[in-house]
Structures are given as structure tokens and as C-alpha cells.
């Protein structure tokens, strides 16, 4: 089960560093912060460029505690707000990816939650620091709460864009 986990952990984590360092460099075919920023912009997430940088850092933060499954429920916590946000975007579109919907946004997020429920394993810092606590239905519907409210905020404000563009 441990193997599973690490395997898990790292395979998401290494998704959402590639998804970070899009907007955050530019690096594998994204668009940097600027180009980024000016898709948020269209989407009504305001100011685009500083809320791009905000997302990318987010998300790489996430990856990392998730990849050395270190204070698991923070870091599934930061992936299920930044990717509801990157999912509510998007959700006009339906469920599929290749139609341009929040299904890549929806699988983050809902691996991240599966991990804080589940925990990191033991091969994590979370194990060697005493850490294992953190993980079970308490911790995990934490972070899913956590996460869903962290969104919160910029949801609204995309919502007050929109409707001001009316």
C-alpha cells in the first residue's frame, strides 16, 4: 500500500508542477504569467497576471508537500481550492477535457482529497515526524472543507467581473 501512495503522491505532484510552472515560467508550452494572466483576465479572475502568480504558487506548493507527503491535508487542502477555482472556469464546458471542461481540475482535486483521507503512507516525512494522525475522515473532510472555502473568495470576485461586464 505504501508503493501505491508514493506512486500516487508523485505522479500528482509531478502533474501539478508541470501545471504550475506553465503559468509561473512558461515551461513545458505554457504561457507564463502574463499570457496566463490574460486568460484569467477573460475568465473575470481579476487582477490576471498577480492572480495567475498566486495560482502557480499555490499549485506548486501543493505539489511539493504532496510529493513528500509532508502536512498532507495542507497540502491537499491548497490543491482542492486552486483546482475548484481552475474547475468553476470552466464548468460552462461539461465534464470532458477535450471540450474544454474541469475534468483534468476535477481528477487533481479529487486525488488530492484521496490522500488527505487517506494519508501520505509511509514512505512520507508526515511518517518519520510522527505525523501518520493527520490522515483519516477528520483530516481529509478538513481539507476538503478547507479547500472548498479557500475558493471561495475568488469565485465571488469572478462572479462580481462577470456581472459588471453584463
Known sequence: MSLGLLLLRLLLAALLFGHATQKLFGWFRGQGPTGTGAIFHGWGI????????????????????IALGLLTPLGAAIVIGTMTVAAAVN?????WAHL????????????????????PGAWSL????????????????????VGLLGSVPPLLRRRQVLASQR
Open 126 to 145: 508526515d511518517n518519520p515526524l510522527g505525523l501518520d494522525d493527520l490522515a483519516g475522515y477528520g483530516w481529509g473532510t478538513a481539507a476538503v472543507v
Open 46 to 65: 481579476r487582477p490576471g497576471r498577480q492572480m495567475a502568480v498566486l495560482a502557480g504558487t499555490a499549485e506548486l506548493a501543493g505539489a511539493a508537500l
Open 91 to 95: 464548468v460552462g464546458n461539461g465534464l
Open 100 to 119: 474544454g471542461g474541469y475534468e483534468v481540475a476535477f481528477v487533481y482535486a479529487a486525488l488530492a482529497a484521496v490522500l488527505a483521507y487517506t494519508g
